[in-house]
């Protein structure tokens, strides 16, 4: 197999199993229930769930989707989140294999240091897909961004891309990293502050870690991310509201956008900005 695919596949096992855990941090952290202890069981009947019984995805497939002791169905949640976690680490190790180590790779020059900075990087975005999906989840099912999974994030991200900026020595990308930071934070403290019934202090709070992380990779990303947040979340409100599935005063979370938008100016903000430039004439 080719690296690329090597990355995709043995990142999507990961994710396998970085979303059964994640599954469990969904239903505990906005519960106040520790992540660790006691073991997962299931919700119908108390019995523990056994290892074997425990395997992502397979094991709801074999079991039907059914608890092996009471037979209480099971949602189908757990397999879905499971296997799109496996997906979507699978799409960050392909964006980090052509961003980062592909052009490594071409260098005769490369060193260790630079080796170790792409892959902190490729961690520090691991991490942010492992807390997108869960606060994704959470926000949908309670209204809630979690202090106990955002703030930590603070620490995490930022050590993460500190250590490799200075380890390939791109000082450009931590100065962006702060700028994006304190940029978005501020955007939507004065969000808030202006519109506290459209803006929580937990959507502020998420905005300071994803800014950090656009900025980290760049301007554009910056941009786009932060635009893409509104704009489709704007676009799908209007979708609701049409639809009558919700009225004008809300009911619509909006961390799962910020976090879709924050994506979209990783993956592809060079491209949508750089296109709109091109609309407009300027590149």
């Known amino acids: 197999?080719?690296?690329?695919?090597?990355?995709?596949?043995?990142?999507g096992a990961f994710g396998l199993l970085v979303g059964s855990f994640l599954n469990v941090v969904v239903y505990r952290v906005p519960n106040g229930m520790s992540v660790v202890s006691p073991p997962s069981a299931c919700p119908g009947c108390g019995s523990g769930i056994k290892a074997y019984d425990n395997v992502p995805v397979l094991s709801w497939l074999v079991l039907g989707g059914k608890c092996r002791s009471c037979r209480e169905p099971i949602s189908a949640r757990y397999p879905l989140v499971e296997a799109g976690v496996a997906v979507?680490?699978?799409?960050?190790?392909?964006?980090?294999?052509?961003?980062?180590?592909?052009?490594?790779?071409?260098d005769s020059s490369i060193d260790r240091g630079e080796i170790l900075a792409s892959v902190l990087v490729l961690l520090a975005f691991l991490w942010l897909a492992g807390i997108s999906v869960s606060l994704?989840?959470?926000?949908?099912?309670?209204?809630?961004?979690?202090?106990?999974?955002v703030l930590p994030s603070y620490v995490v991200g930022g050590a993460l891309l500190a250590t490799a900026g200075i380890l390939n020595g791109d000082l450009d990308a931590l100065i962006r990293a702060g700028i994006g930071m304190a940029a978005l934070w501020t955007a939507?403290?004065?969000?808030?502050?202006?519109?506290?019934?459209?803006?929580?202090?937990?959507?502020?709070?998420?905005?300071?870690?994803?800014?950090?992380?656009?900025?980290?990779?760049?301007?554009?990303?910056?941009?786009?991310g932060a635009f893409a947040a509104f704009f489709l979340g704007g676009?799908?409100?209007?979708?609701?509201?049409v639809l009558k599935k919700v009225n004008r005063k809300g009911g619509i979370p909006f961390g799962p956008w910020m976090l879709v938008g924050a994506w979209t100016g990783i993956f592809a903000g060079n491209t949508l900005f750089t296109s709109y430039l091109s609309l407009l004439g300027v590149a």
């Open 1 to 11: 197999m080719t690296p690329i695919l090597v990355a995709a596949v043995a990142l």
């Open 88 to 106: 979507f680490f699978g799409v960050v190790g392909v964006w980090w294999w052509v961003t980062s180590m592909r052009p490594l790779a071409a």
């Open 136 to 149: 994704a989840l959470i926000d949908l099912d309670t209204h809630k961004l979690p202090n106990a999974i």
């Open 188 to 224: 939507y403290f004065l969000l808030a502050m202006l519109y506290p019934g459209g803006m929580g202090f937990g959507d502020v709070k998420l905005a300071g870690v994803l800014g950090l992380y656009l900025g980290f990779v760049g301007w554009d990303a910056l941009v786009v």
């Open 235 to 241: 676009l799908f409100a209007i979708v609701l509201l």
